[in-house]
């Protein structure tokens, strides 16, 4: 077997040539394009991790802000929860100061009824004595009974205070000596020099009459009254009547 050094030859040249080409016209431009891509690839890929890492930075923000949100709601629930509970405590409050206050106020018009009611029947009662002994008293008249209020009346003048008695003597003052019936002239005169002599003077009384009385005899002056008389002792019997049933 021979070999043909000029055909190897050859064919090295045209490998060499061909070499040269693919390396010059293919593989570089292929090489740049595969550079740019794969620089272009990384690009992408950087700018997706970016973008992952955004997004997730933005999903873990609002994860945040719904806990927050829930957090936020929670809290207003809380709140609103315990202004309703204070409010329904302080309208209960009210509601039962409002019913004790109606309460007590029914209580008050209650006893302040019966209190009326037993001190109009108290009154009743009273003036309802008072008139069946103003009518008993009225059937007790004479002698007897005026010389016994004659009497009593002598005993108040000497009760009074000895200046004024010696005021009445000195000044020579006009008194009223009041009965229920007309007294004849003969007891006038007697009338009025007893009681002249209970003064140790000699003032100027004038008799009159008054039926209301029933009974009795009343001085009067003009700074002192003695209420010597059947209506005089009723009316202090009405008012200690009355009185005591009121305490």
Do not use: C
């Not at 021979?2 to 293919?26: C, E, K, P, S």
């Not at 209580?107 to 108290?122: C, L």
């Not at 002994?133 to 205070?161: H, M, N, S």
């Not at 003969?186 to 009384?205: S, T, V």
């Amino acid at each position: 077997m021979t070999i043909d050094w000029w055909t190897l030859g050859l064919q090295a040249i045209n490998v060499a040539v061909l070499v040269w080409l693919l390396q010059r016209f293919f593989w570089r431009p292929v090489a740049a394009m595969i550079d740019r891509r794969r620089v272009t690839a990384q690009r992408i890929l950087t700018e997706a991790e970016t973008a992952r890492g955004e997004a997730t930075a933005a999903l873990t923000m609002i994860e945040q802000t719904r806990a927050g949100f829930a957090k936020e709601r929670e809290t207003i629930l809380i709140a609103a929860h315990a202004a309703a509970e204070q409010a329904r405590a302080a309208h209960l409050a009210k509601a039962a100061q409002e019913v004790a206050a109606l309460e007590a106020a029914a209580r008050a018009s209650v006893e302040q009824a019966t209190q009326a009611a037993e001190q109009a029947w108290v009154e009743r009662s009273s003036l309802l004595a008072v008139d069946i002994a103003q009518r008993l008293a009225a059937r007790l008249t004479g002698a007897a009974v005026y010389a016994a209020f004659l009497d009593w009346l002598l005993k108040e003048i000497a009760a009074l205070p000895d200046a004024a008695r010696q005021a009445v003597a000195a000044n020579g003052t006009e008194l009223e000596a009041v009965s229920a019936t007309q007294l004849d002239p003969a007891e006038q005169e007697r009338y009025r020099g007893l009681i002249g002599k209970a003064f140790a003077g000699h003032p100027r009384i004038v008799f009159k009459v008054d039926p209301a009385l029933i009974a009795g005899l009343e001085l009067r002056g003009p700074h002192f009254v003695i209420g010597n008389s059947w209506r005089a002792d009723l009316n202090q019997i009405l008012a200690g009547l009355t009185h005591d049933d009121r305490h």
